[in-house]
């Protein structure tokens, strides 16, 4: 079946770092890839998407590259703030049997300090 | 502006009981969603709908069981209601089976 897998957290950082959060998927096809964040006591909502290989989503100064030869969808953001610490889930969609199942990743929490 | 509401935010129960939790939107989606989330397990599918009177199981259906009736509303029901099903619950919606998912705030669920 289809699989994302996330790096461990938390990641702590201090304000104005760099952010990397790995995601790599395993899916039978071409799936779309998808980062959610979630602020404490809140539900989901959506970061970015990208539907297509070489495909970049961006927002909020947050980015992520659909790779397919490398079946990745890595996050990065080049200078975190205090109020981005939350915590960040990777997701792909996929048909199958014509449905289209959501798999998500166990989320990675973020820590930025000031 | 379009949401998509959850009722309660926080519930309390005994194991045995009967439990629904409501879900309602007003995106005018045709595709909704449950999840459960729980520490060490991200988010799993407990059921989906692709439109009023479709139901599906997903990963974690067991001890749930949803009906549609109309556009709007998914309630998830736990018939009788389990220890391990304390949790936090999320209802999600889509327009298309394959774009991004808008959530609910999400329902804490105690069962003691």
């Known amino acids: 079946g289809n699989s994302v897998t996330q790096m461990e957290g938390p990641v702590t950082l201090s304000e104005e770092a760099f952010l990397t959060i790995n995601c790599t998927y395993t899916?039978?096809?071409?799936?779309?890839l998808f980062w959610y964040v979630q602020y404490p006591g809140e539900g989901l909502q959506l970061l970015l998407k990208?539907?297509?290989?070489?495909d970049k989503g961006s927002n909020k100064g947050f980015e992520a590259t659909y790779r397919k030869e490398t079946t990745s969808f890595h996050l990065e953001k080049g200078s975190v703030q205090v109020s981005d610490s939350a915590v960040y889930f990777c997701?792909?969609?996929?048909?199958?049997?014509?449905?289209?199942?959501?798999?998500f990743g166990r989320g990675t929490s973020l820590i930025v300090h000031p | 502006d379009a949401e998509i509401t959850q009722s309660p935010r926080h519930k309390i129960t005994e194991t045995g009981r009967q439990v629904t939790l409501a879900c309602h939107q007003t995106?005018?989606?045709?595709?909704m969603f449950w999840y459960r989330q729980d520490l060490g397990h991200g988010l799993r599918l407990i059921h989906y709908?692709?439109?009023?009177?479709?139901?599906n199981k997903g990963e974690v259906s067991d001890g749930y069981s949803v009906s549609r009736s109309n556009t709007e509303d998914l309630p998830l029901t736990l018939e009788s209601a389990a220890s391990s099903q304390t949790s936090v619950y999320f209802c999600?919606?889509?327009?298309?089976?394959?774009?991004?998912?808008?959530f609910g705030p999400g329902t804490r669920l105690t069962v003691l």
């Open positions: 709908s692709y439109g009023v009177q479709d139901t």
């Open positions: 999600a919606s889509s327009e298309r089976r394959h774009n991004e998912q808008f």
């Open positions: 997701a792909l969609t996929l048909a199958s049997g014509g449905s289209y199942i959501p798999t």
């Open positions: 990208a539907t297509k290989a070489d």
């Open positions: 899916a039978t096809g071409y799936p779309s």
């Open positions: 995106w005018n989606h045709n595709n």
